[in-house]
């Protein structure tokens, strides 16, 4: 979204226009801005045979998966539901990274019936893995290294007290279960948390997994993982992909070289390639001033970007109706009956009751994430592709909300 002229615009087009067309509250995605951050990964990595697998869980609309496979993405799923998704929109199912936790082993027997990559993170899985398909089909392990990384605690998933990825002080025990099972280890995973800064963590990440790697002499791949973090607000710290590439390229090269065999190396953003590009826009419904506080009450709320609440995230917050207007101090919250902060005192040019008001780099973990609490409607879905405004999804209706209920009174 730039603002030029006094009119903010998505790839020329006025989101004033955009909104009068498809509604609010409206989730905009610029397709432009998905497609350049896959390209920056690429040429990052530009010396390394790596392969991009989108996580899909940051955003998951059927579109935005086609437009990624059409640019040369990969993608990761963490469910059956989504692993569909992913076929849905033409993946082949060797192209598809299936990363569950703490599921019914059913579900991992679907996931081979589908042909995907399967991750196991669990060591009795492991064991049921190998006992039901031995070396007729092979599987990758995700590793807990026992880092804390990442943005906050909830956000990390690879330190000791996480669920996630077996420990890699429990690799004897993952040898000893593919000795006996002859289980074909064709890839290792650490994933470690989301917004992660520093080339540092990687590098650490990478030492660990190369020092472990040599144990298994049928790998393919080495993942990487996701949590590539990106600005929320001007001067936030950044992964800077480029010395990552570069470093991490680098390590792996030395590492592959001394295995004796070329590896491919597998990444899985999935904020970074769609959180930018993704704004939600909201209509002001009322100004309503305490003596202390002036709130700005939007239509949107918790229910259909939990990130502020559940994570304490900062996005960031503009009028896009009265970019001149002198600025004033405002609490920007919904119309949940829970107390649904959008964003605490914040900078924005004078609110009127009606104004528009966008709320940005709410690409990932924004829809995918929204629910019908208070049985409000989910917002509508719209892509900006080649300075065109496609629906991408319509607006929720009533019977959306009443679809799947039995009234037996
Ligand atoms: C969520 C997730 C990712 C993506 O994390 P981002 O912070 O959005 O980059 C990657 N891999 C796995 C296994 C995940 O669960």
């Keep these: 979204m730039e603002l030029t002229n006094g009119t903010y615009t998505i790839q020329g087009l006025n989101v004033a226009d955009i909104c009068k067309e498809f509604g609010t509250p409206l989730y905009v995605y610029d397709a432009s801005k998905i497609i350049e951050q896959l390209k920056s990964l690429k040429n990052a990595f530009s010396d390394t045979d790596v392969r991009i697998k989108y996580a899909a869980k940051a955003l998951t609309n059927i579109s935005i998966l086609k437009l990624l496979k059409k640019h040369g993405a990969g993608v990761d799923v963490v469910s059956l539901q989504e692993a569909h998704l992913a076929l849905g929109a033409g993946f082949p199912a ?41 070396n007729t089909y092979p599987c990758c392990v995700r590793l807990n290294p026992h880092i804390m990384a990442g943005g906050n605690y909830k956000i990390s998933t690879g330190h000791s007290n996480s669920k996630f990825g077996i420990s890699v002080y429990q690799l004897p025990q993952i040898m000893e279960l593919a000795q006996k099972h002859n289980i074909i280890i064709n890839g290792l995973h650490i994933h470690t948390g989301s917004e992660i800064t520093e080339t540092d963590v990687f590098l650490k990440m990478a030492e660990i997994l190369f020092g472990i790697a040599r144990d298994f002499p ?28 570069l470093k991490l390229g680098k390590a792996f090269k030395e590492f592959y070289l001394s295995y004796g065999r070329k590896l491919e190396l597998w990444i899985e953003p999935g904020k970074y390639l769609v959180s930018g590009a993704g704004t939600l826009i909201t209509k002001t419904n009322v100004v309503k001033s305490t003596p202390s506080v002036t709130f700005v009450g939007v239509n949107s709320g918790l229910n259909q970007l939990i990130r502020p609440m559940m994570y304490d995230a900062y996005h960031e917050i503009v009028n896009i109706s009265n970019p001149a207007g002198s600025q004033k101090v405002y609490t920007v919250v919904g119309n949940i009956c829970e107390t649904d902060t959008l964003g605490a005192d914040r900078k924005l040019n004078e609110v009127r009751e009606g104004d528009l008001i966008a709320i940005k780099n ?37 019977e959306d909300i009443l679809r799947g209920q039995i009234d037996v009174i």
């Design 94 to 134: 060797h192209e598809i990274m299936y990363t569950p936790n703490c599921v019914d082993f059913e579900e991992i027997v679907e996931g081979v019936s589908l042909g995907l990559n399967i991750n196991l993170d669990n060591l009795s899985v492991l064991e049921k893995f190998g006992k039901k398909y031995g």
């Design 362 to 398: 709410a690409g990932a973990y924004g829809y995918s994430m929204a629910s019908n609490y208070n049985s409000r409607f989910k917002p509508a879905e719209v892509l900006i592709l080649n300075g065109e405004a496609k629906l991408i999804r319509r607006r929720d209706t009533l």
């Design 218 to 245: 049928a790998l393919k791949f080495i993942d990487f993982g996701g949590g590539f973090k990106v600005a929320y607000k001007e001067g936030d710290m950044v992964t800077n992909v480029y010395d990552l590439g």
